[in-house]
């Protein structure tokens, strides 16, 4: 047996990977982690010495929310000293939600925090999650020359690709290569051997404590523009009485329909205090709020750009910063800056 090289937490909280099927039901269900792994003889044999934390309850990932996301940061900061990195097993349909707001919530991030899963259990023949979780757990204990960790980010590892998990969504339902970051490159490329595109990875203080943050606010909704959208739906939205922040999906390069009864609400809107962020439809490039009328006048009205954040990035920042300030002007202020690469920003 190789000597151990450094010591990895496995933190799984659900999700196709550990899941089996309910022989009365045929539907997939969460089984015990450690049960599995145990019956896994590859896991003997990695370098990487292995600790599992287990949610007391697994979840379908579709049952995320920031109560658990807070719970994950919990775990983390628990163990934070005990590993050099720790891999999150999390069910694909959320993971980039989680991805995105763990990034904002470990602040000054020094060790990895990578997050996977599978399309197929991990205990079934044709299973994606055995590389998926030997990479990832690779990945979490590679160290520079000087002994840094090689990716002190949270990143997904999916399908041979590392991605910013700020910068990454989820592409596929069936495909074995279910997410990417059409605005970023990847930060590594898993084949034969693993290469890392150090050039593009975060380099956090390492003199600095990483500070957690527990507490999101949630009051925010995701708005789609679409041809044909009403007035009545739209003012009801907007005067939703404890609504705090708005994801908008726009068009193109951030561009909507200009009626001046939809920039009048929005204008009303963002005077009482609720931040709109504007957000492409587009899987790619970034929201360019000038070029086009219909983006000028919302730029007018008061909603700010999103630059080229993906949807699920914009809401978890928006729901991370809205629980720390209740100063509009400051959150939209920060939400035009990137606090952990999240946003690029060419001005
Ligand atoms: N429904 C599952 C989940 O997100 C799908 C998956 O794990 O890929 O938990």
Redesign the pocket.
Known sequence: MLPRTGRVLLIYT????G?GLNPETGA?EPLDFNHLIARMPEFAQLPTGIDVHQFSEP??????DPKLWSRIVEIIVGHYDHYDGFVIL??????AFTASALSFMLENLTKPVILT???LPVNQLRTDGKENLITSIEIAAARRPDGTPRVPEVCIYFSGKLLRGNRATKINSEGFN?FDSFNMPHLADAGVNIIYHDDLILHPDFDLPMTPHFAMDSSVVVFTLFPGIQEETVRYLLASPKLRGIVMRTYGSGNAPQLPWLMQVLEEACQRGIVIINITQCAAGPVEMARYSGGFLLQNAGVISGYDSTVECAIAKLMHLLAHSSDADFIRSQMNRPLCGEITINE
Request: charged letters at 15%; glycine letters at 18%; a negative charge.
């Open positions: 659900g999700g196709t990977i899941m997939l979840i379908d990932s579709s049952d995320m999390h069910g694909t349909d959320t993971m899963g599978s399309q279910a």
